[in-house]
């Protein structure tokens, strides 16, 4: 498996090994939030709740890495993991098997990078910028880009100096940007001329024209009567959503929330106990309100 290795972005010159960071995933109902993170030997993941029950447990973890399931409520708020190897780290919620995260952890390399960087162009194009101070058998950086915090696809490369001691800039532009998918997500990815990758921190970036809506949808619609939905939507800053069934004739049926950071979310709500039908999803965010309907087949 090829190795994973971390871009560590910042103007410090320092090396990996003198810059250890704690990065905290929020436990809440119901997703671990950021999804996914980039990380390096030596950090640590703090898993910190916030809202429900649940646990975190790890799927698949690096050879000489010892698993771990720990519970995530109340009494057990906070839970530290230490990153010791190299490798791709899997985790979820026992109770909720949608709630799940990666962790990508990279071995140190005395490698310095400025900060990655986004702004916007006059035709709402995205540009991603970025400066190394330093480069040792680059092969070529590749631009990575998610609407989810979690499923990233490349959408550009660009060949490096490949060596160097001085500072080089780089910039791609992304022109396939969408208003509607509202925040994109984005990383650098290195690649070595023997093959071993060298990922950035993520960076999320707000399309500026995007309106300010919930953009709630449920996935599937039409649901069956077993009822389990994935709840997508959109939060401008940390929030709850309050979420509520009504049938076609005003009656209420089931209710919930969910916990919101700003960006991209999903949730997974099990509702229960539907007849087939037509029915009404009311979502409500601080001043904001919307409606989804949801069909419930047989």
């Known amino acids: ?14 090396s990996f090994a003198a810059r250890a960071t704690t990065y905290v995933v929020q436990v809440a109902d119901f997703q671990f939030s950021p999804s996914t993170v980039n990380a390096v030997v030596g950090d640590v993941v703090r898993f910190q709740w916030s809202s429900g029950f649940h646990t975190t447990t790890s799927v698949t973890v690096p ?18 993991v230490t990153l010791s190897v190299e490798g791709s780290y899997s985790y979820l919620c026992e109770f909720h098997p949608s709630m799940t995260g990666v962790i990508n952890v990279s071995g140190t390399l005395p490698v310095r990078f400025g ?23 680059i092969a070529r950086y ?7 915090g979690n499923s990233f696809e490349t959408i550009g490369t660009l060949v490096p100096k490949g060596n160097s001691s001085s500072a080089a800039n780089y910039q791609y532009t992304d022109k396939k940007v969408q208003a509607a998918k509202r925040f994109y997500y984005y990383y650098v990815q290195a690649e070595d001329k023997d093959g071993s990758l060298i990922l950035s921190s993520i960076v999320m970036h ?17 649901l069956t009567t077993a009822g389990h939905a994935m709840v997508r939507f959109y939060a401008e800053e940390q929030g709850v959503l309050q979420l509520t069934l ?8 089931q209710q919930t929330q969910m916990m919101a950071a700003r960006g991209s979310n999903s949730g997974h709500w099990h509702l229960a106990n539907l007849l087939p039908g037509r029915y009404l999803l009311k979502c409500r965010m601080g001043q904001l309100s919307e409606t989804v309907n949801v069909l419930v087949l047989q």
């Open 1 to 14: 498996m090829k190795k994973l290795f971390l871009l560590v972005f910042g103007i410090c010159e320092l």
């Open 63 to 80: 050879d000489g890495v010892s698993a771990w399931n720990s519970p995530m409520n109340a009494t057990y708020a906070s839970f530290d």
């Open 115 to 137: 900060e990655l960087l986004t702004s916007e162009d006059a035709s709402g194009s995205v540009m991603l910028r970025w400066q190394s101070y330093t480069e040792t058998n």
């Open 142 to 148: 590749k631009i990575m880009r998610s609407t989810d």
């Open 206 to 222: 707000r399309i500026s024209k995007a309106s300010q809506t919930i953009g709630a949808s449920i996935s599937p619609n039409p």
């Open 246 to 253: 009504y049938d076609q004739n005003g009656k209420l049926l």
